[in-house]
Nanobody
Framework: QVQLAESGGGLVHPAGFLRLSCAAS????????MGWYRQAPGKPRELVAT???????NYRASVKGRFTISRDNAKNTVYLQMNSLKPEDTAVYYC???????????????WGQGTQVTVSS
C-alpha cells in the first residue's frame, strides 16, 4: 500500500502564490515520474506539470514561467510552487506518482486525494 498526502491548497488573491506539497509513504522501492494535475468544475482533469526521477520537467503552456515543480527524493515528496496566480488556476489539484512496489517491483500509478486551490478577489 502506498499513500500520497497533499497539502498547501487554499484561497489566494489574484497575483498571489501558494506552494503545494505531496508526500508519498508506504511500500516504496522507487518513485519514477511525479506530477500535478488539476480539475476545474465541469472540466476534464488536465496535466499541470511533471518531473522525472532525474529532474527533467514538463509544464502545460498556461503555467510556464509561473509554476515550478520540484522534488525531494530523500523525502519522497513533490512540490508545486505557484506564483502569479490567476482566477483560471482555480481547481482541485491532484498529485500523481509512478511508484515501484517494494516487494513485487511492479510499478503502479497512484493519486492523491486532491487539494482545492481557489484564486479570487
Amino acid at each position: 500500500q502506498v499513500q500520497l498526502a497533499e497539502s498547501g491548497g487554499g484561497l489566494v488573491h489574484p497575483a498571489g502564490f501558494l506552494r503545494l506539497s505531496c508526500a508519498a509513504s508506504g511500500r516504496i522501492f522507487r518513485i519514477n515520474a511525479m506530477g500535478w494535475y488539476r480539475q476545474a468544475p465541469g472540466k476534464p482533469r488536465e496535466l499541470v506539470a511533471t518531473i522525472t526521477s532525474g529532474g527533467s520537467t514538463n509544464y502545460r503552456a498556461s503555467v510556464k514561467g509561473r509554476f515550478t515543480i520540484s522534488r525531494d527524493n530523500a523525502k519522497n515528496t513533490v512540490y508545486l510552487q505557484m506564483n502569479s496566480l490567476k482566477p483560471e488556476d482555480t481547481a482541485v489539484y491532484y498529485c500523481n506518482a509512478g511508484i515501484v512496489d517494494q516487494f513485487s517491483r511492479f510499478e503502479y500509478d497512484y493519486w492523491g486525494q486532491g487539494t482545492q486551490v481557489t484564486v479570487s478577489s
